[in-house]
């Protein structure tokens, strides 16, 4: 019997070299989820703490690496909302003093920032046919130009102050957007909802002298709750708005 004896060329030479790493290199485990043979395991596991796994540092019942901050802290640069949750304070968040002043910089900046955070829902024109409620089936919100605010009033009576405070708690079935928006953008988007629901701006008009009082009296108002909020949520950085 004639035995063909197989050449030793460069091309065989190299599929035997790839055979052999195919037999060495695949799992021969049962379990699916095992990475099986792992070359270089430090380029698959790092040494660095996973945020959300298991930490020996901090053993008991939460030993998660992502730690809470210490109570009370708050990050650098936070801008911290003066009122509370609550009627009572929403009152007051008509006479909040707004850090922004008109421009049409701002507009611009406030019309963004709508368009990426609230026109899903309200709608790009205010109207509340945004995507999730056209698509989602998402409760429509009031349009800004001929709905009616659930505190009472027009959409578009409603003041910049009431509507930052609206983005910073909540209402009903919209959520809080503290977490996600800055004090200072939420003003810019308040503005930006004032201009699509026909507010014009211009020179704000004189206050008669018994205006002057009322809002006088709500300013002190407000900066007694602001205190009183500070007081009560030092230790509770979750309640931060
Ligand atoms: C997930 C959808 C959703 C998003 C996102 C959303 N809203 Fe709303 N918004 C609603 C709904 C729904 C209501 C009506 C609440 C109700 O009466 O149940 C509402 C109500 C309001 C009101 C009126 C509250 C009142 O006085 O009755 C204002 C003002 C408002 N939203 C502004 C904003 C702004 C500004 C943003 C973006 C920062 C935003 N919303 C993002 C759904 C949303």
Redesign the pocket.
């Known amino acids: 019997m004639k035995i063909n004896k197989i050449k030793v060329t460069t091309t065989n030479l190299i599929l035997a070299f790839f055979g052999f790493a195919s037999v060495v290199m695949t799992s021969c485990k049962s379990d699916p989820n095992s990475a099986g043979f792992e070359f270089m395991p430090d380029m698959y596991r790092s040494p660095s703490y996973e945020t959300y796994l298991e930490n020996a540092t901090y053993g008991g019942k939460d030993s998660m690496s992502a730690r809470l901050p210490v109570a009370g802290t708050i990050p650098r640069g936070f801008e911290s909302f003066p009122l509370g949750a609550s009627e009572e304070d929403y009152k007051l968040a008509d006479s909040l003093k707004s850090p922004i002043d008109y421009s049409e910089e701002m507009i611009v900046y406030g019309e963004e920032?709508?368009i990426k955070?609230?026109?899903?829902?309200?709608g790009e024109t205010g109207e509340?046919d945004?995507l999730?409620?056209t698509n989602g089936g998402?409760?429509?919100?009031?349009s800004?130009t001929s709905?009616?605010?659930?505190?009472g009033g027009m959409?578009n009576e409603?003041s910049a102050g009431?509507?930052v405070y609206?983005?910073t708690y909540?209402?009903?079935?919209?959520?809080s957007?503290a977490s996600?928006?800055s004090l200072s953008d939420?003003w810019a988007?308040?503005m930006y909802?004032q201009k699509l629901s026909g507010k014009e701006f211009g020179e704000a008009k004189d206050e008669t002298p018994a205006e002057q009082e009322s809002t006088k009296q709500t300013e002190t108002a407000v900066e007694a709750t602001a205190s009183v909020v500070a007081v009560e949520t030092e230790g509770n950085v979750e309640n931060e708005h």
Not at 147 to 151: E, I, L, V, Y
Request: proline share 10%; charged share 10%.
């Open positions: 920032r709508y955070m609230c026109s899903h829902c309200h509340a945004g999730v409620v998402f409760p429509p919100p009031p800004y709905g009616k605010s659930g505190h959409m409603l009431e509507i609206t983005i909540g209402y009903k079935n919209m959520g957007h996600q928006i939420r988007i308040a909802v």
